[in-house]
């Protein structure tokens, strides 16, 4: 319709300027009327130029639309001149393109935007890398897992990382153990590819299942305690209340009869004695299996870190003056204030001050710390840290193991519960040592 008023628009024009051509003829000719034929020229020139800027208008506005989209300039907008209707049409429906290009183009950066944003915000690591090795793409949650900004080719990666992403099959799933300034990592890995313009790409995924696997070993061991803690109780509660009765009987029995031989009853007496306290001993080590099964569900409350740390302080000021160790904190003013539950949380700290206590050695200059901050994710990080005798890499991998301790009268539960506390705050706990120089023990939560 469009092309059609513009054939009939051009050829009216033509028409006029031949019909002008030949009315001029004929006055110059014919006529010899010379003063009519110059307005006839004057007429024709104005035709001429009315053409002319009819074509070149036309022909501009044209070229300024294709080049707009083809440079993505949708915003482009032209006047509608209603006195000339085909062209009202034309530019409308440049107007309507470009509007629809528009359109196109901001759902289709929206999209990218939105695609952009969940790869960063998803906690699975990506890295994407060309056949040449060349790094694409690496995502927040891989620059947090890793410690590590974008690396130009996979060479420029930590050896260690370099040789683990070699080592994964395309198609395959790997399970690593990967540490990195001390904290602990078990890392999920998978491999896959594409053709993306011709061209061959790598994915690789690297997701930090630690969390989950603590949880699933932690539930393991409740269950194996609750078992536990059951049938010895069961066995053990009798055995206990019959050997102090036969035990009692048995004195009395020796007091007012003397039925037997002293040397006799004296020896079955320091028997019973023997199993009573074995007994008492079995009933306390299920208490510990008792108190690491039943952990309460945490009552949040606001607690003012200075007030509790000040707590721990006046708890331990003889133990620390005697040792000569220095206690100080420092807390970041944004993270002054915890949600959680007092009790369960003091109790954790307590056992990891206490732990600081006894790794340090007689030397002067003990020192413990604790700082507490804010972390990118929002949550608080606690670091209670000493410059004792460290922990060995060997004993390192077991001090989460409930019973496991290194101490002469520990119980080894101590830092097994504190996890699990941690763990129900929706927390974690590692621990970054290093012997002969001290430890750290960290606490997101």
Same mark, same amino acid.
């Given at each position: ?6 054939? !009939? ?19 110059? !000719? ?6 009519? #034929? ?35 300039? +949708? @915003? ?67 620059? &947090? ?17 370099? #040789?683990? !992403? ?5 198609? $395959? ?15 999920? /890995? ?9 061209? #061959? ?36 509660? %009798? ?20 039925? $037997? &031989? ?6 079955? @007496?320091?028997?019973?004695? /023997? ?12 208490? #510990? ?8 569900? %945490? ?33 970041? %003013? ?41 972390? +990118? &994710? ?68």
């Amino acid at each position: 319709m469009i092309n059609k008023k513009y054939q !009939i628009g051009f050829l009216v024009r033509i028409l006029l300027l031949t019909l002008f051509i030949a009315l001029l003829m004929y006055m110059l !000719i014919i006529e010899k009327q010379y003063l009519r #034929s110059v307005y006839l020229i004057f007429l024709i020139i104005y035709l001429i130029w009315s053409i002319y800027r009819y074509i070149t208008k036309i022909t501009r506005d044209f070229y300024t639309f294709i080049s707009a989209l083809a440079n993505e300039e +949708y @915003s482009i907008q032209f006047a509608e001149d209603k006195s000339n209707r085909s062209l009202q049409i034309l530019y409308h429906l440049y107007n309507t393109t470009a509007s629809r290009f528009q359109k196109v183009k901001y759902e289709r950066d929206l999209q990218h935007v939105f695609l952009e944003e969940i790869m960063q915000q998803i906690e699975v690591g990506i890295l994407a890398f060309d056949k040449d090795e060349k790094v694409l793409l690496i995502n927040k949650a891989y620059s &947090e897992l890793f410690r590590c900004k974008k690396p130009q080719t996979l060479a420029d990666l930590n050896p260690n990382i370099y #040789s683990i !992403i070699k080592e994964i099959k395309l198609g $395959a799933r790997k399970l690593i153990y990967h540490s990195i300034d001390g904290e602990k990592l078990i890392l999920s /890995a998978h491999s896959t590819s594409f053709v993306l313009k011709g061209k #061959s790409m790598t994915l690789v995924y690297f997701h930090n299942i630690k969390t989950e696997m603590d949880e699933q070993e932690l539930e393991s061991w409740q269950k194996l305690f609750s078992v536990l803690t059951h049938e010895i109780m069961n066995s053990v509660t %009798p055995i206990s209340s019959l050997s102090s009765s036969l035990n009692s009987k048995l004195k009395k029995d020796i007091v007012e009869f003397g039925a $037997a &031989e002293p040397k006799t009853l004296n020896s079955l @007496s320091e028997g019973l004695e /023997a199993v009573a306290l074995r007994t008492k001993g079995l009933l306390t080590f299920t208490e #510990s299996f008792r108190k690491l099964s039943k952990v309460p569900k %945490p009552k949040i409350v606001e607690i003012e870190l200075e007030i509790l740390f000040e707590r721990i302080n006046t708890l331990f000021s003889s133990t620390f003056q005697t040792k000569g160790i220095v206690f100080s904190y420092l807390i970041s %003013p944004e993270a002054s204030i915890l949600f959680a539950d007092s009790q369960q949380i003091e109790q954790v700290l307590i056992n990891l001050v206490q732990n600081s206590i006894d790794a340090q050695s007689t030397n002067s200059g003990s020192k413990i710390i604790i700082k507490v901050t804010k972390n +990118y &994710e929002g949550k608080t990080e606690i670091s209670i840290s000493d410059n004792g005798m460290g922990i060995s890499d060997e004993i390192m991998e077991k001090v989460f193991i409930p019973f496991f301790t290194t101490k002469e009268k520990g119980t080894g539960i101590g830092l097994s519960l504190s996890r699990q506390i941690i763990r129900m705050h929706g927390g974690i706990i590692g621990i970054n040592s290093k012997t002969g120089e001290g430890t750290t023990v960290s606490i997101k939560i």
